[in-house]
């Protein structure tokens, strides 16, 4: 009986021991999972926002702060928290049964804002977002959201989505200018509130807002908003403005405004007509900074369809003409800039043909950028405007609703070396872009690309300048006698430079399977002959009658009239004559494009 005893005893102990370990095995993994809460975040889509910052860009979390509070509201650490590093997702496990508050504070700010303070908090009464700096708001995009939790007696991971919403609002200073061009005399805006405490100064935990702060001098320039807690009421003040004057007089405006409300998520408007002594001259500037307050473009991007780069009407020009200019059918003025290189300082004169006979200044650009293509409105096309002649005469010019191309001349003015170096071109060669029979099934024409369409204006612009060059002329009269034509006759180097500047241009197109076709306006080159005739394709070493510039020298001398029973396609006369000198005017600099870089470089 005692052995039977025993043996039920260890059988027993034996039983428990396994149902023991089964038990802490399950235990464990409930454990792990008890009171697991997973919140997501996304933020607040406000039509006032949109949800976007100033420059226009998607908003993204880039600071997250958070809390849990017990139902006394005393704040707690859980056992486990886990924020994703781009705070999409929050996981906290350890609750136990009970009711929480949980709340969050983000910004969309990378690094601390000047006045910022953020404390850590004991109880959901304490301060949390904090503004310590006198006289200006705290200037950044915050958002808040408050949430009650309960856990429940099962302990159930929950998974829960949270949006955050604004706790500031912004004030946006709307100026009435006469034109966008205006901005070019603001030097400095600033504005101020008439109440010392009309702001408040913090948010609290619990989401309450408290303190008072006020609004001096803060400045606003480029921007013209900023953001900031709400306010106790509506509020008054001035926006001060200081402006220069062309002659470099600086003046300060000072526009009252009222009903200046503040609040959560919401943009509140300062609309203010600004004056300027010079509101109603015709003339304006644009410098870098504007472009972007204009309808800028740039030709031969990646993206850019063939139905645009084939249509001579769009991307066409003439060779020693790269820039254009003319008035859109939208009355505006269109400016085009067939060059990898930009220019600087140019100055643009008009006539009003059934108004005047005089030229006026009408515009002025800083820079125009390579491969430029943007339109900028003329406001004289809408009120009456004052322009100044070459003496200093003032002529007011009634508005031109409906101004077009023929109604004006344009011409310009510019120091730039570059556009010097166009000046020197003494050729009107038609430069445009075609298919072929790429579309046909041909042997050998294929389509041309954005990327080769800007080598093929760069190879335009260059072979045009070189054959206007003292340095090619020079070159050429050591060729006399040597350069034959079809019927093996010396070529008269006279007729032949009068016919090169006389061919009427060239029609770009790209082939595969041959360097090139060529004859009268057609002119095929393969993909690596528009890339590869630069003087740095090759090899400082290196011969400079390489295949490409062979090939594109070779094409020009069919489309000379000449063939290949000429030594202006074959052998080492015309291409090498070409080849030589190119590259040597590459090296030292001499052409408008001289590198591959040039090209390679730019955005596409």
């Not at 027993?12 to 997973?38: H, K, Y």
């Not at 953020?118 to 808040?144: C, G, Q, R």
């Not at 935990?205 to 008072?212: D, F, K, L, T």
């Not at 020079?474 to 180097?493: C, H, Q, S, T, V």
Request: aromatic share 12%.
């Amino acid at each position: 009986m005692k052995m039977m005893k025993i043996s039920m005893l260890l059988l027993w102990i034996l039983v428990f021991a396994s149902c023991s370990g089964d038990f802490e095995r399950e235990t464990d993994n409930i454990s792990s999972r008890m009171g697991q809460v997973t919140f997501l975040f996304g933020l607040q889509e406000d039509d006032a926002f949109i949800v976007q910052t100033r420059s226009g860009s998607q908003e993204q979390i880039a600071r997250m702060w958070y809390a849990v509070a017990d139902k006394e509201g005393k704040i707690i650490k859980p056992l486990y928290q886990k924020l994703e590093n781009d705070f999409s997702k929050l996981t906290i496990e350890g609750l136990q049964q009970g009711d929480y508050t949980l709340v969050f504070l983000a910004t969309t700010s990378v690094e601390e804002e000047a006045g910022e303070a953020i404390k850590e908090p004991t109880y959901l009464s304490d301060d949390w977002l904090m503004n310590l700096t006198e006289k200006a708001p705290l200037d950044a995009v915050y958002f808040y959201k408050k949430i009650e939790l309960q856990i429940g007696r099962e302990q159930t991971p929950v998974s829960q989505l949270v949006t955050l919403e604004r706790c500031v609002g912004r004030v946006d200073v709307d100026l009435k200018l006469s034109s966008d061009y205006m901005w070019r005399f603001i030097r400095k805006i600033d504005i101020t509130f008439d109440d010392s405490e009309g702001i408040y100064a913090t948010l609290g935990v619990n989401g309450q807002y408290s303190g008072s702060k006020g609004v001096e001098a803060y400045d606003i320039t480029g921007k013209c908003s900023f953001y900031s807690l709400p306010g106790h009421k509506p509020l008054s003040g001035f926006v001060s403005i200081e402006s220069e004057c062309s002659d470099g007089k600086l003046f300060e405006r000072k526009y009252r405004f009222t009903g200046c409300n503040i609040e959560p998520g919401r943009v509140s408007h300062i609309s203010i007509d600004y004056l300027h002594p010079e509101n109603q001259d015709g003339f304006f500037c644009v410098r870098e900074e504007d472009f972007v307050r204009f309808r800028t473009d740039t030709m031969f991007l990646a993206d850019e369809p063939r139905d645009v780069f084939y249509n001579s009407g769009r991307r066409s020009f003439y060779a020693n003409a790269p820039l254009q200019m003319s008035i859109s059918n939208e009355h505006e003025l269109l400016v085009k800039f067939f060059s990898p290189v930009g220019i600087q300082d140019v100055t643009v004169l008009c006539r009003f043909n059934k108004v005047s006979t005089e030229f006026f200044e009408l515009a002025h650009f800083d820079r125009i950028y390579p491969f430029m293509e943007a339109s900028f409105p003329l406001p004289v096309v809408d009120s009456e405007r004052t322009f100044t002649t070459s003496n200093g005469r003032k002529v007011v010019v009634p508005a031109q609703h409906e101004l077009a191309n023929d109604d004006v001349t344009l011409v310009f003015r510019t120091d730039d070396p570059f556009m010097k170096k166009m000046e020197q071109i003494d050729s009107h060669w038609f430069i445009r872009f075609s298919a072929y029979s790429a579309d046909a099934g041909h042997a050998y024409w294929r389509h041309m690309n954005p990327l080769l369409c800007r080598h093929g204006v760069a190879l335009a612009l260059n072979m045009a300048f070189m054959f206007s060059s003292e340095e090619f002329n020079a070159e050429m009269n050591n060729y006399e006698g040597r350069l034959k034509d079809n019927g093996g006759n010396p070529i008269n180097l006279d007729a032949l430079r009068q016919r090169i500047r006389n061919h009427g241009g060239l029609v770009l197109g790209c082939v595969s399977g041959v360097g090139g076709l060529g004859g009268g306006n057609t002119y095929g080159l393969a993909g690596y002959c528009y890339t590869g005739v630069y003087f740095d394709a090759t090899p400082p070493d290196a011969h400079p009658h390489n295949y490409p510039r062979q090939a594109m020298f070779h094409e020009y001398g069919h489309c000379l009239g000449y063939n290949h029973s000429s030594t202006m396609t074959y052998g080492d006369q015309w291409t090498v004559l070409c080849a030589t000198v190119f590259v040597n005017m590459g090296k030292e600099d001499k052409l408008p494009v001289c590198s591959k870089n040039i090209v390679g470089e730019l955005p596409m």
